[in-house]
């Protein structure tokens, strides 16, 4: 970990940035006292795969839901 104050840290903002990306942590003072720090960038998450795939792999059959449920509703009532 590198401690610089902010008068050089706006010097040298580049070079930092660089050494931040490159997995350094650099705290940033004012009259002596941290106030700030750059860390390296968070790893990119993984993205979820996509499920086209399994969306058309699924073959759905029967009756649909909602008659089942009207027929259900309709014989309670006899």
Do not use: C, W
């Amino acid at each position: 970990m590198t401690e610089i104050n902010v008068r050089d840290a706006r010097r040298n903002l580049k070079a930092l940035l660089d050494r931040a990306v490159a997995g350094e942590e650099i705290v940033l003072l004012r009259r002596g006292r941290p106030v700030a720090r750059l860390l390296p960038p968070e790893t990119a998450r993984r993205r979820l795969p996509s499920l086209a795939a399994f969306r058309a792999s699924v073959h759905l059959g029967g009756r649909p839901l909602s008659r089942e449920v009207a027929q259900a509703r309709g014989e309670g009532r006899e």
